[in-house]
C-alpha cells in the first residue's frame, strides 16, 4: 500500500515538473513574440506620417482618396417602381408585372481629398460625388465641392446651415431616419 502511495506521489511529483518546465518555455516563448511585435509597433511609430496611409503625397501636398459602394437589391412583387418607392404611384399602373428583382448602387460616393500645410495653417480641398441624383438613371451629381483655409474660412459647397448633422445618429442610410430633416445643396 505503501509503495502505491510513493508511486503515485512520485508520478504526481513528476508531472507537475514537467508542465513547469512546458510553462516557462511556453512563458519565454511569448515573451519573444512580445518584444518582436513591440519593435514591430515601434518602427511604425517612427515612420513618416501618411508613408502607410494610403494617401498619395506630392511635395507637402497628401491626397485622398475616398468614398463606398453601397448596393441595395429589392424585389418588387406586384408593380414596376424602379429604384424608388413612389408614394404618388397609387393603384395600379400601366406598367404592372407580376414581379420584378431590382438592384440600385445609387447611395455610392466617391471623393477626393487634399491637404497643404502653408504659413497661413492647412489649405485642404474636397469633391465629392454621389449617385443619387432626381432621376433613375441616376447620373453623378455633385454633393461636396470647396476649399478650406486653416480652421476659419471654408469656400464652396458643403452641407446646408439648415441640417443638424451633430444630432444624427450614425447611419449609412442615405437620408437617415425618418422625421430628420434633409436638405441638398444643388
Same mark, same amino acid.
Given at each position: 500500500m505503501i509503495a502505491k502511495r510513493k508511486t503515485a506521489l512520485l508520478l504526481a511529483v513528476s508531472a507537475l515538473g514537467m508542465s513547469g518546465a512546458a510553462a516557462f518555455a511556453q512563458d519565454a516563448q511569448t515573451q519573444t513574440e512580445l518584444d518582436a511585435l513591440r519593435a514591430r509597433v515601434e518602427a511604425l511609430e517612427a %515612420?513618416?506620417?501618411?508613408?502607410? &496611409?494610403?494617401?498619395?503625397?506630392?511635395?507637402? &501636398?497628401?491626397?485622398?482618396?475616398?468614398?463606398?459602394?453601397? %448596393?441595395?437589391?429589392f424585389y418588387d412583387t406586384d408593380f414596376e417602381l424602379g429604384?424608388?418607392?413612389?408614394?404618388?404611384?397609387?393603384?395600379?399602373?400601366?406598367?404592372?408585372?407580376?414581379?420584378?428583382?431590382?438592384?440600385?448602387?445609387?447611395?455610392?460616393?466617391?471623393?477626393?481629398?487634399?491637404?497643404?500645410?502653408?504659413?497661413?495653417?492647412?489649405?485642404?480641398g474636397q469633391l465629392e460625388l454621389d449617385l443619387f441624383s432626381g432621376g433613375t438613371d441616376g447620373p453623378a451629381e455633385l454633393r461636396h465641392a470647396n476649399i478650406r483655409i486653416g480652421d476659419n474660412w471654408l469656400i464652396g459647397q458643403f452641407w446646408t446651415n439648415f441640417q443638424p448633422l451633430d444630432t444624427y445618429p450614425t447611419t449609412v442610410e442615405f437620408n437617415g431616419p425618418v422625421g430628420i430633416p434633409f436638405a441638398r445643396v444643388p
Open positions: %515612420a513618416k506620417p501618411g508613408a502607410g &496611409t494610403g494617401d498619395l503625397r506630392i511635395g507637402n &501636398t497628401t491626397l485622398d482618396v475616398y468614398g463606398y459602394v453601397k %448596393a441595395d437589391f429604384d424608388l418607392a413612389d408614394a404618388t404611384r397609387i393603384g395600379e399602373p400601366a406598367n404592372a408585372t407580376s414581379g420584378t428583382f431590382g438592384a440600385t448602387v445609387r447611395q455610392s460616393r466617391i471623393g477626393l481629398r487634399t491637404n497643404t500645410p502653408s504659413a497661413i495653417g492647412d489649405i485642404a
